[in-house]
């Protein structure tokens, strides 16, 4: 390698540091954050014992998610993107602060609880497009997919080691010292972002926005303005919507395959959480080190029609075959972890950064509104068709939609870009 070589390996490294301090103090954040998260719903569990109770804390968390992040977005493409990372940081850390002093004060109450995890859940509405969209102001675009990756193997990481970590915490701790070590976390997640700056993209210009400054629903539906006028997109979306119904189901009825063909019991349901878990890891990471094929939608497509392979295994194993469903469940996930993270790197990478925010949460949260569909009409048929039957057959549907679309130009060559002219989308031939 020639010195001229070495010096821009060694310039990129230095540029890309400002994100890895970020992204790192980022990590500890979410480890708190797991940690409380499972202390919360274990409290609630043993305080409780109602489902309802339960219920109500699993729609705090999501309910804002959907209805409020395209509102995020667009607001997140409209403001200092380090500040809303600061801010919902710290907004959420004072949030912790007061249900500990609750908690210290002997006022357990549920509803304080319940508030928390509402709170908690508008703060990741903000934070989590304001992370997304800082990552192509701070990352060179060849980047994007391995740094898609190891954010999946992040999370992954955290599913694995913060139940038991958190069961053990609870068991030498009084919740508030829980709450206390989510608040310690979140201190190198704001701190480093009081020196290293972000920059910001320039606002859209079009005829749309000529004159006065276009209000939050104008931005808003610019961003949608963007996503219909783009077919590859839209065709994507279809793509990961009719994934998300298909699927959802096969996670909810994970326990009675466990039960009802293997003859199992918690040990093996444990057995194939930890298996989906070790394979978000292990996709995650292998995306990380390879960064995948040059055109991102070919790893991606392959991926999807990898996880119907893994996924039509783990319901066509026979009963005494429980190892091989095991098997399945992690190809199924490392599979997943691929599509998840290359989903985001296409759309960062072919979205400008100035827009990223609302086109981005629009495009993942229309993705994930099409789950409670698919629970429902699972729920509908599941006493028409036995549980492997959706297994198998979700699987070759996958498996199809991910061959398929590489007979779909608009699908395959989203990322030959796609240049935005006046508010207009030029895909190429």
């Not at 821009?8 to 400002?18: G, V, Y």
């Not at 940081?89 to 304080?112: H, P, R, S, Y």
């Not at 104008?218 to 998300?244: E, K, N, Q, S």
């Amino acid at each position: 390698m020639s010195n001229t070589e070495n010096a821009a390996e060694q310039a990129q490294a230095q540029s890309m540091l400002p994100f890895f301090v970020i992204w790192t103090g980022q990590a500890f954040s979410l480890l708190g954050s797991s940690l409380v998260g499972f202390a919360l719903i274990w409290w609630l569990t043993e305080s409780t014992g109602s489902a309802t109770v339960l219920t109500l804390a699993t729609l705090t968390v999501v309910i804002p998610k959907i209805l409020f992040s395209p509102l995020t977005g667009t607001l997140v493409d409209r403001w200092n993107r380090r500040l809303v990372i600061m801010v919902t940081d710290g907004a959420i850390a004072l949030a912790t602060v007061a249900l500990a002093i609750l908690f210290m004060l002997d006022v357990k109450e549920v509803w304080a609880v319940l508030l928390l995890m509402f709170v908690r859940a508008i703060g990741d509405a903000f934070h989590g497009p304001a992370m997304m969209t800082s990552t192509t102001l701070m990352a060179p675009e060849k980047h994007y997919s391995r740094i898609a990756g190891l954010n999946n193997a992040l999370w992954g990481a955290m599913s694995i080691v913060a139940p038991p970590l958190g069961a053990l915490l609870l068991e030498i701790l009084p919740i508030q010292g829980i709450l206390a070590i989510d608040v310690a976390t979140a201190l190198p997640a704001i701190a480093p972002l009081f020196f290293v700056s972000i920059p910001q993209p320039k606002r859209r210009s079009g005829p749309q926005m000529a004159g006065s400054k276009p209000s939050v629903w104008d931005d808003l539906l610019d961003g949608l303005r963007f996503i219909g006028r783009w077919p590859g997109l839209m065709m994507l979306i279809g793509v990961y919507a009719m994934v998300h119904l298909l699927l959802a189901p096969c996670k909810a009825f994970m326990p009675l395959l466990v039960t009802e063909h293997f003859g199992g019991g918690a040990l093996q349901l444990a057995w194939m959480q930890s298996a989906a878990g070790i394979g978000l890891v292990a996709g995650g990471l292998t995306l990380g080190v390879w960064g995948g094929f040059k055109r991102r939608m070919v790893t991606a497509m392959l991926a999807l029609a990898v996880m119907g392979v893994g996924i039509a295994v783990t319901g066509l194993a026979p009963a005494d075959a429980f190892p091989l469903a095991v098997g399945g469940q992690f190809l199924f996930v490392f599979a997943v972890s691929f599509v998840v993270s290359l989903r985001l790197a296409i759309l960062q990478a072919s979205v400008p950064p100035e827009i990223q925010g609302r086109v981005i949460t629009i495009a993942l949260n229309s993705t994930a509104a099409t789950e409670p569909v698919g629970l429902a009409i699972a729920a509908s048929l599941a006493g028409v068709l036995d549980v492997r039957v959706w297994y198998v057959l979700n699987g070759i549907i996958t498996i199809a939609m991910g061959v398929g679309a590489f007979f779909i130009p608009a699908i395959m060559h989203i990322e030959d870009r796609v240049n935005d002219v006046g508010g207009t989308i030029v895909e190429a031939d």
